[in-house]
């Protein structure tokens, strides 16, 4: 479509599902403009699971099942994962131990926010036009780490209603090739074919087939090619009030929908709307789990580690179903 151009405005026509970045901007600025919260917030979309939606999310338990949605944590290099986590051991091993007691220890080093491990975003994580969520000055993370907006604000867990979009279900693929987008369609469909609607509270789990592609095809560069929302799927979830989002990829989609910005999605949903992000989560085992039960909600438990002034955490969410 090169040299091709727009009759109306005479500007060079966009590639489809492609956003100028005239219009993120502007769907930007329309998403900061739906916070209900004043500005000393620093909680976000947090805010919506309030004491009677946790209560009401427990009663999603029917079956006492429990199902992890995290990834191994890996600690050898691969094609996504340049940079894996450095496992080592510690004092006496094996052989090594004398009569008496020893102990087995550990030594774990990870970059929390790479392209295989899951992970949990804080709100200090994306800086967009020198801010952070609610206009909290980027200034404030240093060298030191976050003294506002920190991983510590979800200190206390992340516990609702997880529901679970199996997108690549709802189309009949066995997962979304890398570069698609989820659209507002797709979205819509899973609801209909799942029978459930994501509300107010939620924990929003989409599911691309990004770990089953990777478990079957061998890890390959995410960080060029990927699976994930298209961004215009973000005033949805804003409309909905979901209280987090989760998904098995980045969330993003590679190469970016929007020429200049290269993750549109966690801007709007970190930056915009103060959602924490749930990354590279693995959704096989629950997808599966909720086909067999007929039921696509459960009560999610989401416990990031407490880090005082981090960007983010490791994380293991837990379903129950």
């Not at 996504?80 to 004398?98: Q, T």
């Not at 020893?102 to 392209?115: E, L, P, Q, V």
């Not at 609801?191 to 939620?202: I, N, P, S």
Request: hydrophobic fraction near 40%.
């Amino acid at each position: 479509m090169t040299g091709t151009r727009s009759a109306a405005t005479g500007s060079p026509a966009l590639p489809p599902g492609q956003m100028s970045q005239n219009e993120f901007r502007r769907l930007y600025e329309q998403l900061r403009g739906t916070l209900p919260w004043g500005p000393d917030d620093r909680r976000g979309a947090l805010n919506h699971l309030t004491p009677a939606v946790v209560l009401a999310a427990v009663g999603e338990v029917r079956l006492g099942r429990t199902v992890s949605l995290a990834a191994p944590v890996e600690d050898r290099p691969a094609a996504d994962n340049p940079d894996p986590a450095r496992h080592r051991m510690k004092g006496p091993l094996g052989a090594e131990a004398g009569p008496g007691l020893s102990f087995s220890m550990d030594r774990i080093a990870m970059n929390i926010h790479g392209n295989a491990d899951s992970h949990v975003d804080a709100l200090c994580h994306v800086i967009f036009d020198g801010t952070l969520y609610n206009g909290v000055a980027a200034d404030t993370v240093t060298a030191d780490g976050a003294a506002e907006l920190s991983i510590e604000t979800a200190a206390e867990g992340i516990v609702g209603r997880g529901v679970l979009l199996d997108v690549p279900r709802s189309r009949g693929v066995p997962w979304l090739e890398p570069g698609d987008h989820v659209t507002v369609q797709d979205l819509l469909a899973a609801e209909r074919d799942q029978r459930v609607r994501v509300g107010r509270g939620d924990i929003l789990c989409v599911r691309v087939g990004h770990r089953r592609r990777r478990t079957e095809r061998g890890p390959w560069d995410a960080a060029e090619a990927r699976a994930g929302l298209h961004p215009s799927v973000l005033p949805l979830l804003a409309e909905r009030r979901i209280a987090a989002l989760a998904g098995d990829g980045n969330n993003d989609t590679a190469p970016s929908a929007v020429a200049g910005v290269d993750f549109p999605v966690h801007v709007l949903a970190v930056n915009a709307l103060g959602l924490h992000l749930l990354d590279y989560l693995q959704f096989t085992e629950l997808a599966q789990a909720c086909a067999e039960g007929g039921r696509w909600s459960f009560l999610c438990v989401i416990a990031p580690l407490r880090l005082p002034t981090a960007t983010g955490s490791p994380v293991n969410p837990v379903a129950i179903l």
